[in-house]
């Protein structure tokens, strides 16, 4: 019986654990980010740029959650969604991730003032219309979607570089 | 790491010549990066026929005394656009008399963005007190030959034989948040330049913004 308990109250542990949403956001610049990225350069990574106050973004935000549920136990998956939201909006940001359940990590950019640097660092044929996914492979790009992308689009994408 | 990177790179350059090589081959043309559509610098932009917020009907060839255009992709709902609203306004009164006018057209198609609609664009250019033409891009067609991709999107144009010509493609300036921090005023500093008969300093920048709507 103390064995069972001790399960239960490990499962209970654990499922606590897997629904804890992330509470803060880091607040990072170009430089950060691109670190960031780097530290996954044994996955494939998938980076999605996306701000609250963008329509298209949150529409595909859902797909990406159910994409992310499927894939984030396997260790050669992970992804980052990064919000452009305004610095000054960090807290909507966080009540954003609550209310939709963003279980994928986020981070914000906080560097508008030179995204004439960056954003060609990201993909030269990047014109700043967000949304925009990036594929990464052992820390190198692989794929630049421009645009929305479907559940299937995404997944077929995943899998295909995975 | 490193050499890694030499390794991989030296297999990019061997695999590049080899399919080049196999393309000479087969006779197949190389492909041109056909992903980029739209307007370069220097290229000659199109006139356009297209519905003013007071019902009329606006061309560019209308201003007969313009020396150039600014032209701007916006829209009414986007943050982004909205943030710009001012300073639109701004470089229209500043330029204006130089004889380089704002012509703002509105790209969105209102069925997928609503907001974007012709009446609120009417309520939109009266509550900001638009001082340029604001026009719809009915159909859908402008906006693609230019190659605007979001909201705001500025086309500097200069009138060169009759012909207007892209000078500047990009953003209004570097800060979309807040207008006093922006340390560098890309579309100032265009129009400034073609005014001395300058070349100008940056001709393409880029920077965040709304997609365009397109029709589905």
């Known amino acids: 019986m103390k064995n069972f308990l001790g399960i239960l109250f490990l499962i209970m542990g654990l499922s606590f654990y897997q629904a804890q949403l992330q509470e803060d956001v880091p607040m990072m610049k170009y430089e950060e980010l691109e670190e960031r990225i780097q530290k996954e350069n044994d996955k494939l990574l998938v980076v999605n740029f996306w701000s609250t106050t963008c329509a298209p973004c949150v529409k595909e935000l859902p797909d990406f959650m159910i994409i992310n549920e499927k894939f984030k136990n396997n260790p050669n998956f992970k992804m980052i969604l990064v919000s452009l939201d305004r610095p000054k909006d960090k807290e909507k940001v966080i009540q954003f991730i609550k209310k939709r359940n963003l279980t994928a990590e986020v981070v914000l950019l906080d560097d508008i003032k030179r995204m004439n640097t960056w954003i060609p660092k990201f993909d030269k044929n990047w014109e700043g219309n967000i949304p925009v996914t990036i594929f990464y492979k052992n820390g190198e790009k692989v794929h630049f979607n421009d645009g929305e992308m479907s559940k299937e689009e995404l997944e077929n994408t995943i899998n295909k570089n995975l | ?216």
Do not use: W
């Not at chain 2, 400034?192 to 589905?216: F, N």
């Open chain 2, 1 to 216: 790491m490193k050499r890694f990177k030499t390794l991989f790179t030296a297999f990019v350059i061997s695999f590049s010549i080899m399919s080049f090589a196999q393309k000479e081959k087969t006779g197949e043309p190389i492909k041109e990066n056909t992903e980029k559509k739209g307007y370069q610098v220097g290229d000659l932009a199109t006139d356009f026929q297209l519905k003013n917020i007071d019902g009329k009907m606006v061309s560019l060839k209308d201003f007969t005394d313009a020396k150039g255009f600014i032209v701007v992709f916006t829209c009414n709902h986007c943050p982004y656009a909205k943030s710009y609203e001012e300073r639109i306004t701004e470089l229209d009164k500043i330029y204006k008399q130089y004889g380089y006018p704002v012509i703002a057209i509105n790209p969105n198609d209102p069925k997928v963005q609503p907001q974007d609609g012709f009446k609120g664009m009417v309520t939109r250019a009266k509550d900001k007190g638009f001082t340029f033409p604001y026009l719809v891009d009915e159909g859908q067609k402008i906006y693609p030959q230019y190659g605007a991709t979001k909201t705001p999107h500025v086309f500097v144009l200069q009138k060169e034989a009759d012909k207007n010509v892209v000078k500047y493609i990009g953003a209004i300036d570097n800060n979309y948040e807040n207008a006093s921090e922006a340390t560098e005023h890309y579309v100032k500093a265009a129009v400034d330049a073609l005014i001395k008969g300058e070349p100008i300093k940056t001709t393409k920048t880029v920077a965040i913004g709304c997609t365009i709507k397109v029709k589905k």
